[in-house]
């Protein structure tokens, strides 16, 4: 619910979210129930959904405190207080940022150590990747985070391959040292594309051909960031 899929990529019905607020307080209550210590006996999986679902409904929680009146994320928030240093989300026994719940639990260091969450949170952009319709449980997480990850680098308005440069989201310079994990046999972010070749295509839908793979894995092609699209995500 509240999701529309276009594509490979989505709208959000915001407008739909604040139709249902009080189940969405509600949810947002449970989840600031549950306490470290019980977070602290649930197996990896379990704890890296629930703090990617954590992220994702406190982000459209802060975009309902102003909607429908404002046209990106980043107007929320002054100069000194972007949207993603207000401490306004109680998880895990504190008031915490959207910052510290993405950078200091989701990617801290050493722990979960999961580059395809950068493609299940999602930042109420266009540029961002698809809101899942359906909440992240430990179970599935890997089926849902491979799912995710195929889903975003399809989608040929932020990911494609012209011949010689690969175009990709700017999420992939923003957190390369992620994708520097053990893909194949590479260990860095062009190991990751390679490793997930099957999922991107060119600007029109042509999918990569053995020969374009090689080029990628090679460093025969250049790899340039596209732009991120800092708009809102609403449905229109």
């Known amino acids: 619910d509240g999701v529309e899929i276009k594509g490979t990529s989505t709208e959000v019905d915001y407008a739909g979210f604040k139709s249902a607020q009080t189940e969405l307080t509600a949810y947002l209550k ?3 129930a549950v306490s470290k210590d019980t977070f602290n006996q649930w197996d990896k999986n379990t704890q890296l959904a629930f703090l990617i679902n954590a992220y ?16 990106s994320i980043r107007d929320i928030g002054g100069f000194f207080s972007s949207p993603w240093k207000q401490a306004f989300a109680p998880l895990l026994g504190e008031k915490r940022t959207l910052d510290d719940i993405e950078h200091n639990l989701i990617r801290e260091k050493g722990v979960y ?4 969450i950068h493609f299940a949170v999602n930042c109420a952009s266009i540029g961002c990747p698809a ?9 599935k997480l890997d089926e849902q985070l491979e799912q995710q990850t195929v889903r975003f680098l399809s989608d ?9 440069t690969l175009h990709i989201s700017k999420i992939f310079s923003w957190y390369k040292e992620d994708f520097e994990v053990q893909w ?19 600007k029109d839908g042509t999918p990569l051909s053995e020969t374009d793979t ?3 894995a090679s460093e025969s092609t250049e790899i340039e960031f596209l732009d991120y699209n800092w708009a809102l995500n609403d449905q229109e």
């Open 214 to 216: 090689k080029k990628i």
């Open 113 to 116: 150590n999961e580059p395809r």
């Open 156 to 164: 040929n308005s932020r990911n494609y391959y012209d011949g010689n």
């Open 131 to 139: 809101l899942r319709e359906e909440a992240y449980v430990g179970d």
């Open 184 to 202: 194949g046999d590479s260990t860095s972010l062009r190991g990751f594309l390679t490793h997930y070749s099957g999922a991107l295509s060119e």
């Open 30 to 32: 449970s989840l600031s």
């Open 56 to 71: 994702n409904a406190y982000t459209i929680d802060l975009i309902l405190t102003q909607y429908p009146d404002l046209t």
